[in-house]
């Protein structure tokens, strides 16, 4: 039988720093892995430039590592 286990997902804006890589890349707020039942639309932020940036909906803060 296939394993039907998932992640749990995050709370979206449960926290406001966030610290995001490469891999996370294209960068979402709400993040893919965070539910969206009560959160805003998710909105696409240009972190790769800057290396951080802000969300215009909740104010969340992403910081980019390498």
Do not use: F
Not at 5 to 21: C, D, G, I, K, L
């Amino acid at each position: 039988m296939p394993n039907t286990a998932t992640a749990t997902p995050q709370v979206a804006n449960a926290e406001r720093n966030y610290t995001v890589s490469r891999k996370d890349l294209p960068l979402s707020c709400p993040m893919p892995s965070m539910t969206l039942w009560n959160s805003h639309p998710r909105v696409y932020l240009p972190i790769e430039a800057t290396g951080k940036a802000v969300c215009p909906y909740c104010g969340a803060q992403y910081e980019l590592i390498d």
